[in-house]
């Protein structure tokens, strides 16, 4: 028997000592840290090898270690939103396939079954050892494309499955024996807009989920099946107990909270409410959250899968409850999501499309949970982030007249969204989206410019949109780019530009999102957040993404970090003196600006009515 220090709720000093019974603890760390280098490799084949930008460098794919059992056992940096439930997925293919066997592999993007949505494709491959089948290695990759009706891979608009028009793979054998089985692969070649991009795309997961097998077989020859079994359930048995001590230091809750989605014109017009009731029992060292009295499912694509519903809450409680938490089904055991079918936040209904689900209700979901748990108080929880997919992360589409016409797909992860303030830290600047958990990449602006006919005028920060607070979200981006010939279809699908991310414990919000079209006589028309547009050459679209909300009481930010925030054109020289209640004098250009602190202690006590 070890002791193994707990760390605090804000992830600082060790508050106590659980009993962890391990048959071997040193060689415990170390299957541990095999897993983990074995998802990393996994991780690894697909950014070298992958085709599209989304995959190859905004990093939007993950990769898990599922026990043949059905538990989640290793995910490392993987997206929260597509890794919390890939045990579910990966349940499906015994369950399918009676002759399950090894050399098998399979795909599958099935939203009604366990997937996330159907722009997530995962390869699962089953891993047999003497004969038993120990392991699932899976790998889910957002597709540049997926045959939806729009050129898109989140389509809004989309009042059901039918409508939506996204090829399915319902669970298919894509391998027997190791050999490829053609007509799978041909289907998807006929139905998606880049064939050779998606086989592309398709060859890097099978390949990642392969060395996987590969690496798993060779962890059991060389500790031996029993013991590498063992080593699963005392694993996964700590994990629990480590989640259960973290949540026993939480004091003793329930949230009634509520929050709200964007409007879409001619579809929800007064968008969609996302609800929650939230309850931290730390005398049974569990939090319950309840979803079930949320709205039916929507005639549009925001519904949620049950995937992305469970995986949107596990990820705000990992945002809240600090780190060293082990990522797995142990640790999830006491974390319980209540969920109803037909539901826009629950388990949808066929044929309810549910084309944006790892997203928007999703981003929502994660925001309001997470800024709830703040509500606990004690370093706790974190503030909104920002969830604006605008211009900033588009699908464009179109041809490219250096190559023939040829056509080309791609959905763009230029800029990124500010992220929630914390307790004790600002908000992330490459925050992404709530529900990706910062671990999605920005695209380079260069390898953009050099695979499509576009041209990137200029992304920056924007001075004063991050949450103002003790502690600041991080600052919203803009973008602006063109295309170089011919005409460019655009398709954005942007929460955030009617209601912000908020802050909590008197944090402001962070600043809305917009987007606009530069039309040729160089006139500025905004655009809705969510639509389809066309440019032309001589034309170019912008559009700025969200600030992340703020932690606290703006006139509580030390006037330092506001010298520094202005300093570096973060802030704004109105916000340090009407927001922040600094008080400044010198020059920002000649180098000499400085913090009056007796002004400040003077404008600060008369806020204060002192």
Known sequence: MTQQPILSPAGGQPTKSIPVIFSDPVLAAVLANRFEAIVREMTNTVLRSARSVIVSNGRDFSCAIVSGDGELVAVADGLPVH????????????????????????????????????????????????????????????????????????????????????????????????????????????????????????????????????????????????????????????????????????????????????????????????????????????????????????????????????????????????????????????????????????IPRFPASCSIATTNVADRLVNLVQSALAGLGDGIGLAEGGLCLGVNCAVISGTDFRNGGRPYISQMTLASNGGPASPYTDGWGTYGIPASSGLTYRDSVEINEIKFPMIVDHLRLVPGSGGAGTQRGGLALETRYRVREGTMTVVTNSDGQVFAPKGVFGGQSGALGASYVIHHEGRDEKIPGFGVQVISKGQAIYGTTNGGGGFGDPAKRDPALVLRDLSEMRETAARARDVYRVVLTGCATAGTLAVDEIGTAKLRSRQNGL
């Open 83 to 346: 890794t919390f439930n890939s045990h579910m997925q990966a349940t499906n293919i015994a369950l399918f396939h009676e002759d399950l066997a090894e050399g098998d592999a399979f795909i599958d993007n099935d939203p009604y079954t366990g997937n996330t949505h159907p722009a997530d494709q995962t390869v699962m491959v089953p891993v047999f050892v003497e004969g038993e089948h120990l392991f699932t290695a899976c790998v889910k990759a957002h597709q540049a494309d997926i045959g939806n009706s729009l050129p898109t891979t989140y389509h809004p608009f989309a009042r059901d499955v039918y409508e939506e028009g996204a090829i399915i793979f319902p669970c298919m054998r894509l391998q027997r024996n190791g050999r490829t089985i053609e007509d799978v692969v041909r289907l998807g070649m006929r139905r998606i807009r880049v064939p050779e991009q998606w086989r592309g795309d398709l060859l890097a997961t099978l390949g990642a989920a392969r060395i996987a097998e590969r690496r798993l077989k060779e962890l059991c020859r060389e500790h031996g099946t029993g013991r590498i079994k063992t080593f699963i359930k005392e694993w996964l048995d700590y994990s629990e107990r480590l989640m259960a001590s973290r949540i026993a230091a939480l004091p003793k809750g329930r949230m009634d909270v509520s929050s709200h989605h964007d409007p879409l014109p001619g579809f929800l017009p007064d968008g969609i409410a996302v609800k929650a009731l939230i309850e931290v029992d730390p005398g049974a060292c569990e939090i319950t959250v309840d979803l079930r009295h949320n709205d039916d499912c929507v005639k549009a694509g925001f519904n949620q899968t049950e995937a992305t519903a469970r995986s949107s809450v596990m990820a705000a409680i990992y945002h809240s409850l600090g780190v060293g938490l082990p990522r797995n089904s142990g640790a999830f055991r006491r974390i319980k999501v209540l969920l109803r079918e037909n539901s826009v936040v629950g």
